[in-house]
């Protein structure tokens, strides 16, 4: 756990520090989970002004908020940083939660030529890494490794589609990489995410797996993209692989979706085009000595996000305390591991850093979902706490 305890401030703040709007989440000992705003000089229980990361989104100018509300000083954030970490955290202290709370936490999938391809591959590898070396030298030879011009539900994408068919490489995955109709899926129950320097799960059964480092777009109940954070879409390329009808237990299991450190929310600093210019970079050290590093470039996504958004909210469905969405990945490790030809699996204790510069650093350690801390504060928990505390009811400034 060295590389959790010993965080700095340097390490999970953006390159420019305290100049955006940045929100988060502690739990506070003794009064439960708190609404703060990240400043140079500390972080400030805002919860009064805004009882819900929910409610600050929904409001006429969050980042204005952020920025200018007045609240109690609950401690530095390198010391409640610090205090995260399962393993060597004070109860009695304040630590970090992941910065949403009544969001639904949705997802898009396959929005990425490269990852595109990797879905494929799993498809017909039927969840045997073994098999993968091969099947992505086949795969390549039929539709090629660059199809990042290519606009989904295009003529050109058509056309190409009956090409595939034709030649019986066609696949679900293709589908929605490069058809009319983006994936979408439920990523995570509400409130359930862990936070930086927190445990992010894998399923015990799972032996093919890898990190999806990702940007997460905070959306409103009208469908305005209104701020950004980190995200960790941890997959389970096995179980996906054997059908896509496991996608439910390869994607939702106990810690398996991380968000954080921190939301940015869109000011003067940082708009929806810095999103659209966003490279996130992810790094994996394990306790064996393996290292391994990539990145992800939001400039060459299939879908803009502000289609993606369209495409989960609108007359055909709502979300009244908005959703924060996961944009997908072009992140798909092949590097191997262990034996030649196996690819990349996870191991316990693997350290993941996903970083991108006006969204700081999201850091979690991987171990089984049955040893990570249980989910226990749900909903009604909620509710409860902030009506205990005067909370339910507050006026929500604008």
Known sequence: MDHLSSTTIDRILPAD????????????????????????????????VCSTVSGLAAMDDPAKVVKSAKGERVGSLEEIAANTPPDTRDLS????????????????????????????IEERARGDASAA?????????????DLSRLKPGSAEAMALKKVLMDQGAWSQYLEVGIGPDAEVFTKAPTLSAVGAFMDAGLHPKSTWNNPEPEVVVIVTAEGKIVGATLGND????????????????????NASCSIGPFIRFFDATFSLDDVRQTTVTLKVEGEDGF???????????????????????????????????FLGTMFAPTQDRDEPGMGFTHKQGDIVTIA?????????????????????????????NLAQRGLINTRQAG
């Open 93 to 120: 202290k304040p630590w970090l939660l992941a910065p949403i709370d009544l969001q639904v936490i949705k997802a898009a999938g396959v929005t990425f030529a490269v990852s595109m391809l990797e879905r494929v």
């Open 133 to 145: 070396a091969a099947i992505r030298a086949e795969v390549l030879r039929l539709v090629g490794d």
């Open 17 to 48: 520090r305290f100049e955006g709007a940045l929100v988060g989440r502690v739990w506070r000992p003794g009064l439960g989970p708190s609404v703060v705003a990240i400043r140079e000089d500390g972080l400030f229980d805002i919860s009064p």
């Open 356 to 384: 991108a510069p006006k969204l700081g650093a999201l850091v979690n350690r991987m171990k089984p979902s049955s040893e990570c801390e249980p989910w226990t504060f749900g909903i009604g928990a909620f509710m409860s």
């Open 291 to 325: 290292t391994l590093e990539g990145s992800s470039s939001i400039t060459k996504i299939s879908r803009d996000p502000e289609d993606l958004v369209a495409q989960t909210i609108g007359p055909h469905h709502q979300y009244p305390d908005g959703f924060a969405l």
């Open 234 to 253: 941890v997959n389970l390329r096995d179980f996906e692989g054997r059908s896509a009808l496991l996608l439910s237990k390869a994607k939702d299991n």
